[in-house]
């Protein structure tokens, strides 16, 4: 947390590898819209030619809660390329239940092999094919919290807020749960679809 700053008169040495973590920060905001964090990444690649990434993709109070940053990952993940880091390490969601653990899971799979690959159309290949019918459904919901979280220019959206309502309302929740109604009702007919689209609505 608090050695994130590069230094000002030590350089590391050729044999050493700095881990850069990006935890304490507005995730809503891909890292190159980061202030702070961008300009630290910036020296410390002055610095030395060794620098790994480690950000983090899921809400850590409550890994179940909505987090929309689906689309902020593949945005940092381009400006870290952009960037020349040498790797990057992604500290997702545990257990079964975490909110679009599996979307999230492949999707950063598929941009760290290739950081340029439109995320959406990865998105939608993955949804469409983990949820059949209910795919297009689960990705308006997505676009939904999407655009909830980015109605106030100014908010914080943290990994340890330990509440939704500064960003999501009860508008919000009711067209998400018509969403996710009709996603249900999408795939009634198969027993693992449904159960898959059943757990994605936890979060709600």
């Known amino acids: 947390w608090k050695t994130d700053r590069p230094p000002q008169t030590v350089k590391p040495l050729p044999n050493v590898l700095v881990q850069f973590g990006v935890l304490d920060r507005n995730h809503k905001l891909p890292i190159s819209k980061v202030g702070n964090f961008s300009r630290y990444l910036v020296r410390w690649r002055e610095l030395t030619k060794h620098v790994y990434m480690w950000d983090y993709d899921p809400h850590f109070s409550n890994f179940i809660q909505p987090h929309p940053n689906h689309f902020v990952m593949p945005e940092s993940l381009r400006y870290y390329r952009g960037q020349g880091v040498s790797g990057v390490f992604i500290q997702g969601s545990w257990g079964s239940t975490g909110e679009f653990m599996h979307l999230r899971a492949w999707l950063t799979a598929q941009l760290l092999w290739d950081p340029g ?29 999407g655009s909830a979280v980015s109605r106030q220019p100014a908010l914080w959206l943290g990994v340890y807020d330990a509440t939704t309502r500064h960003w999501l309302t009860l508008e919000d929740l009711t067209a998400a749960t018509r969403l996710f109604s009709q996603a249900e009702a999408a795939v009634a007919g198969d027993e693992t679809l449904l159960r898959r689209v059943r757990r994605a609505k936890l979060s709600i």
């Open 117 to 145: 690959r439109d995320a959406r159309a990865l998105m939608t290949d993955f949804l469409n094919g983990y949820y059949g019918a209910a795919g297009p459904l689960l990705l308006q919901y997505i676009d939904l919290i």
